[in-house]
């Protein structure tokens, strides 16, 4: 089946310093990736949608300056968290659609705790 | 905007038992995907529902959609320990293309 590796699993920084999270696609290519945050005990809550060669759509509320969203190859997507505040802290997960299911299935990457402290 | 709700957020059953999980969602959506979430983890690919009156099951698990309704019920039988877990519902919506996303329901099995 679709793989999608994302690295670091985890993460500690400094607050005001920027981090940057990769999301792989291993076998298959993904055109479209979707970054996720997570915060405990609560649900996923969609960040912004990462589009290979073009710029990311993010939500409403989610400050794109501060999440870079960069897709420039059909199997690597990144998320820049810059100047992470405390508050940022949280499980971060990325998600392709992958090929199988005629390719309405979504694979999601292991996810990376970032602690800013 | 579409809402999901699933209910109970929170179940705390006995091994053995059966219960079902429920997931409302408020806008019309023909693709519903069940997922699995351990502690610290990400998430597990359980079902994909992609019609009206589908049901998928796998073990002890069994999904099914009512598109009329904007229902799905996630159904556990004879429930084991290994079943605790955070289950989530997600619905596709064709105006972004994207997954939103239930509260999640908390299992836990007991003994």
């Known amino acids: 089946g679709a793989v999608v590796s994302q690295h670091p699993s985890w993460v500690i920084c400094k607050s005001g310093t920027s981090v940057k999270i990769e999301c792989r696609s291993l076998d298959f290519q993904a055109t479209t990736m979707f970054w996720y945050r997570q915060f405990p005990k609560q649900s996923l809550m969609l960040m912004a949608t990462?589009?290979?060669?073009?710029?990311?759509?993010?939500e409403q509320g989610v400050e794109k300056d501060k999440f870079l969203i960069n897709h420039a190859s059909l199997t690597l997507s990144t998320l820049t968290v810059t100047s992470a505040h405390p508050e940022d802290s949280s499980f971060y997960i990325c998600s392709a659609r992958d090929p199988w299911f005629g390719g309405l299935g979504y694979t999601f990457g292991s996810g990376t705790r970032l602690t800013v402290v | 905007e579409l809402k999901v709700e699933q209910n109970p957020l929170f179940l705390s059953m006995q091994e053995g038992k059966n219960y079902t999980i429920y997931c409302n969602y408020s806008?019309?959506?023909?693709?519903l995907y069940w997922y699995r979430q351990d502690p610290g983890k990400s998430l597990e690919s359980l079902f994909v529902l992609l019609s009206n009156g589908a049901v998928k099951q796998e073990g002890r698990l069994m999904a099914s959609l009512d598109t009329k309704a904007r229902l799905s019920t996630l159904h556990i039988t004879a429930a084991v320990h290994d079943l605790s877990a955070t289950y989530f519902c997600a619905v596709y919506e064709t105006s972004g293309s994207r997954l939103t996303f239930g509260e999640g329901t908390q299992l836990t099995v007991n003994p």
């Open positions: 990462s589009n290979e060669g073009s710029k990311a759509t993010y």
């Open positions: 806008t019309t959506s023909d693709r």
